[in-house]
């Protein structure tokens, strides 16, 4: 086998590969010889057709199929003899392929990037440092108590947060436009779920008033005809309705399980979910953080073939978000949509796999039965997940995955430049909301 290597542009390169006449025409033998014990054609019996019969017959098959062993198989001794790593799978073209004659083939693929991270110790990290108060508690029960209340219709004025339901209509240089106008419409008010201003003139007012809403339709609304519109809708409120919120006992404890210990078991069971998520929201957020600086010290060049299999697997997991994975009725959606994401996570699994790969980091069981224990306290039953995800190879290897790109991460940490800064629950919550 004669091999030459070309360097096309960037990460892309072409092999140009010879194989001896020899190896190909006695492979073609081989497998017409066993087609003539087999083939059954008129005049023969079975098992005596002449080869040359068979090679009449069946010959340009069988070398165009032998042709494809061929290339894969020495495409593959070629990479090795030639210390390339290919990234995806390569694009053959045939070139030469005639009874007698070398067989020559090109091979056109891209190859994995050279990558050596540095400047590990300029990454900068702003480590979070956040205590749960008793404020934040009450807070998160109150919070609780908004989801389990019941609106109570009242005959005063209406105020943010409460529930209104009213009739308006909306006009443009005093005429009506379509879409502008509802019966009965529900609308909870500080939502922001209207455009800006329309829910100002209701705050204040009781049932049975009218209102007048001068508003502007923004530049980027859906309807390209009510686009920077000036428009006036009058409303009429119909009802009021506040939050009734339930009191905070041993039956509200109940609602969420605790069966024992009332109020002050809820709380201590509250203050447990608040700090775990606080304490996974703080890791993800030191975590971006260090990937951030990796990624922003360490340009690299991505394979196309990479960076395209990974826009494939964003696109089947946002089908599988939008319920539409077996429907067939959905167009595909465009590359474009997700390709900086893609190139994100090309470069971050490069990156890190070169760190993991320096520091020589072996994957950690602790670590691994950690995540799955963090994971399964969300549950109401820990132990019967963790059986499952140990039970399920597939899981425990992203699990393994998961744990070993924390620990390059944690590497990466322990050089990095860490600050660490006071923050209030709510401020660490909100941005990760």
Do not use: C
Not at 81 to 95: H, I, V, Y
Not at 318 to 334: I, K, S
Not at 337 to 360: D, P, Y
Not at 412 to 428: Q, S
């Amino acid at each position: 086998m004669q091999v030459s290597v070309e360097t096309t542009q960037g990460l892309e390169r072409r092999l140009t590969i010879t194989v001896p006449a020899e190896k190909v025409d006695t492979a073609v033998k081989s497998r017409l010889q066993q087609l003539a014990k087999t083939q059954r054609i008129n005049g023969f019996r079975p098992g005596k057709v002449p080869v040359n019969v068979i090679k009449k017959r069946f010959g340009q098959a069988v070398r165009q199929e032998v042709a494809g062993e061929v290339m894969q198989r020495n495409f593959y001794d070629a990479v090795v003899q030639e210390k390339l790593n290919p990234a995806g799978m390569p694009a053959f073209e045939l070139k030469k392929d005639t009874d007698g004659e070398d067989l020559q083939f090109v091979a056109s693929f891209e190859i994995y990037p050279e990558v050596e991270v540095k400047d590990l110790d300029k990454i900068k990290v702003e480590k979070p440092v956040v205590e749960i108060s008793d404020k934040d508690l009450d807070n998160m029960m109150d919070t609780l108590r908004k989801q389990h209340a019941n609106w109570k219709e009242g005959k005063r004025k209406a105020k943010k947060d409460d529930r209104v339901t009213v009739d308006f209509v909306g006009t443009i240089d005093g005429e009506e436009f379509e879409g502008g106008k509802a019966e009965d419409f529900q609308l909870e008010l500080g939502k922001g779920s209207m455009i800006p201003g329309f829910e100002d003139p209701i705050v204040g007012h009781k049932p049975g008033e009218e209102v007048v809403a001068d508003v502007t339709f923004p530049e980027d609304y859906h309807a390209d005809k009510l686009k920077g519109k000036a428009a006036q809708f009058t409303i009429t409120i119909k009802k009021v309705e506040g939050l009734d919120l339930p009191k905070v006992d041993d039956e509200f404890a109940k609602l969420f399980g605790v069966e024992e210990g009332g109020v002050e078991a809820l709380r201590d069971e509250v203050r447990k979910n608040m700090q775990r998520e606080l304490e996974q929201t703080l890791k993800n957020q030191v975590k971006e953080q260090v990937i951030n600086g990796l990624v922003e010290s360490n340009q690299i060049d991505l394979p196309k073939a990479l960076v395209d299999q990974e826009v494939n697997q964003l696109r089947q997991q946002a089908l599988q978000r939008f319920g539409n994975q077996q429907q067939g009725n959905m167009p595909e959606l465009p590359a474009e949509l997700f390709e900086e994401n893609a190139r994100r996570r090309v470069s971050v699994g490069l990156l890190l796999g070169e760190v993991i790969k320096q520091k020589e980091l072996k994957v950690d069981e602790a670590k691994v039965q950690s995540l799955i224990e963090t994971t399964a306290s969300a549950y109401e039953d820990p132990q019967e997940v963790i059986n499952y995800y140990k039970s399920n190879q597939e899981l425990m290897q992203q699990m393994q995955n998961l744990a070993l790109e924390e620990q390059a991460v944690e590497s990466l940490l322990a050089g990095a430049k860490v600050k660490e800064v006071k923050k209030k629950f709510d401020d660490i919550m909100n941005k990760q909301a």
